[in-house]
């Protein structure tokens, strides 16, 4: 099984920042994406950034040119570098990993951590 411990929400004023972390930990023998997801109050779960094996970068157009996703591949650890934050922002924010526990298995599962709260407000 795999872990993800978050790390890094909290409350912030409308254009301050804040940086999320996620470490990944247990039986990984390889990881292919890591990423963030949200979810508001009343609205369904959406991804905020990916990021996969490849280096390839994927973000809502929401946050695009604001939040910036970065992976340390040696630590199994994904960032979420969160600038320019907006009341809209405000979420509870999911660390979701795509791995492989085993070099006998045949597909990635999905795991995910039990989530941060960030709240963007004054």
């Known amino acids: 099984q795999v872990q993800l411990v978050e790390s890094g929400g909290g409350s912030v004023q409308p254009g301050g920042s804040l940086r999320l972390s996620c470490a990944a930990s247990?039986?990984?023998?390889?990881?292919?994406?890591m990423g963030w997801y949200r979810q508001a109050p009343g609205k369904e779960r959406e991804l905020a950034a990916n990021v996969i094996s490849s280096g390839r970068i994927i973000y809502a157009d929401s946050v695009k040119g604001r939040f910036t996703i970065s992976r340390d591949n040696a630590k199994n650890t994904v960032y979420l570098q969160m600038d320019s934050l907006k009341p809209e922002d405000t979420a509870v924010y999911y660390c979701k990993t795509q791995a492989r526990s085993s070099p006998f298995s045949s597909s990635w599962d999905d795991y995910w951590g039990q989530g941060t709260q960030v709240t963007v407000s004054s």
């Open positions: 247990g039986r990984i023998f390889s990881i292919n994406a």
